[in-house]
C-alpha cells in the first residue's frame, strides 16, 4: 500500500487518479483552507488521515514520511490571468513550506504542479530559483516538462508545468517517467444534451449579454475563416474573451478541444448546442465523475451553505487534470509498490 500525503489539496485530483487507477493507498494527510472542501475530502471513500487548513498550519503541528507527495502550490502569483507578483505574493511563497517538507521528510517521489507561466516569470528566474533549491537538496533527481491533458488524447488545452523528483537513495529510478499512454477521449463524450444541462443547470441556457454577443460573431467569423461550421461543429468558446486575446491563447477555440477551464468558466459556449457549460461538464473536463463529486459537496455540514456553481466553476478551474495526472502516476505507482513488494 503506497502512502500519500497531498497540499494545497483542492478537490482531490490525486485521489480520484489512484481510484481510477485501483490503487490500494494509506491517505496520511492533505491541507485545504476551505471549509467546504474540507466536507468533501472528509466524505470521500477514502478519505485523509488528518486534514489541516493550511501546510503551515500541518508543519507546525504534524508531518510525517510518505512515498507519494503531490501538490499543486498555488498559480495565480504566476498565472498570465494573475498579477506575476509571484514570490511577492503571499501565495507564491507557499513553495517555501513545500520545500520545507520535502527537506525534513523526503519522500520518495514528489510531484509538483503549476500553470506554464511559471517558466517565464521574471525572465525564468523564478523558476530557476525552485529548480535550484529542489536539486540542492542533493538527495533527488528532479525533472520537470510542460504537459496538456490534450498530449495523451484528452479534449482538453491545459499547459501545466509538472515537476517530479525521485528519491536518490529512498528510490532510486523510475522507468518510464513522462512515458504517457494515449487514451483518445472525444469532446462530445464529456457533454451532456441540451436538454440535461438545461434542467442541471437552468442558467446555461441565459440570455448573453452584449459584450458576449459580440465576442460570439467575432469568434464565429474566425471559425467560419477557418473553415469551421460552429454550428454543426463541437466547439466551446469563451465569450467573456475577445478574438483579439484568444487567438493565440490557451482560450483559443478549437474544434473538439475545450479551451483551458478558468476559475471562472461560466461564459464557456457550446456552439453547436448554443449554451454555456455547466458546472457538471466542467468537473468531466478535467476527468472528475460529475455524478461523485455533486452526491457529496452538495451536502454540505451545518452552518455551511451548499457551493454555488460558481464556486464548483472555480474549484474546477483549479485543479489538475485527473486523465493526465493517472498518466504520470502510471510509472510512479508500478516503481513504488515493486520497492515494497522488494522489501
Not at 527537506?103 to 509538483?112: D, R
Not at 536539486?135 to 495523451?152: A, G, M
Request: hydrophobic letters at 35%; one cysteine or more.
Amino acid at each position: 500500500m503506497i502512502r500519500i500525503g497531498t497540499d494545497c489539496t483542492g478537490i482531490d485530483a490525486l485521489h480520484c487518479a489512484l481510484k481510477s487507477m485501483s490503487v490500494d493507498f494509506d491517505y496520511r494527510f492533505a491541507s485545504e483552507p476551505q471549509l467546504q472542501l474540507q466536507h468533501f475530502l472528509k466524505n470521500m471513500s477514502n478519505p485523509p488521515k488528518q486534514l489541516y487548513n493550511t501546510i503551515e498550519e500541518r508543519l507546525e503541528l504534524i508531518s510525517e514520511e510518505v512515498d507519494l507527495y503531490v501538490t499543486g502550490f498555488p498559480c495565480q502569483s504566476f498565472s498570465v490571468m494573475g498579477k506575476k507578483a509571484g514570490f511577492e505574493d503571499a501565495r507564491g511563497t507557499v513553495f517555501f513550506d513545500v520545500l520545507k517538507y520535502l527537506q525534513l521528510y523526503q519522500p520518495k517521489v514528489f510531484i509538483l504542479e503549476n500553470v506554464k507561466g511559471l517558466l517565464t516569470h521574471e525572465k525564468g528566474k523564478t523558476m530557476n530559483t525552485i529548480l535550484h533549491h529542489l536539486q540542492h537538496l542533493s538527495v533527488y533527481d528532479v525533472s520537470y516538462k510542460v504537459l496538456s491533458p490534450t498530449s495523451i488524447g484528452f479534449p482538453h488545452h491545459r499547459q501545466r508545468v509538472f515537476i517530479i523528483g525521485v528519491h536518490k537513495v529512498k528510490q532510486k529510478v523510475v522507468n518510464g517517467l513522462w512515458d504517457l499512454d494515449i487514451i483518445n477521449v472525444t469532446l462530445p463524450n464529456l457533454l451532456l444534451s441540451r436538454d440535461a444541462a438545461i434542467t442541471i443547470q437552468p442558467t446555461c441556457n441565459r440570455a448573453l449579454c452584449r459584450s458576449a454577443q459580440c465576442n460570439l460573431v467575432d469568434i464565429q467569423n474566425t471559425l467560419t475563416q477557418k473553415g469551421y461550421d460552429s454550428n454543426t461543429e463541437t466547439i466551446i468558446a469563451d465569450l467573456s474573451r475577445g478574438v483579439s486575446y484568444t487567438r493565440y491563447s490557451q482560450s483559443a477555440p478549437t474544434i473538439g478541444v475545450c479551451p483551458c477551464l478558468r476559475l471562472n468558466s461560466r461564459d464557456y459556449w457550446i456552439t453547436n448546442q448554443h449554451r454555456y457549460i455547466t458546472w457538471k461538464e466542467a468537473l468531466l473536463l478535467q476527468g472528475f465523475d460529475g455524478n461523485t463529486f455533486g452526491s457529496v459537496v452538495c451536502r454540505p455540514p451545518k452552518k455551511s451553505k451548499a457551493p454555488s456553481q460558481r464556486l464548483v466553476f472555480m474549484w474546477a478551474g483549479n485543479s489538475i487534470c485527473v486523465p493526465l495526472l493517472s498518466g504520470i502516476l502510471k510509472p510512479i505507482v508500478y516503481a513504488l509498490s515493486k520497492k515494497k513488494t522488494e522489501m
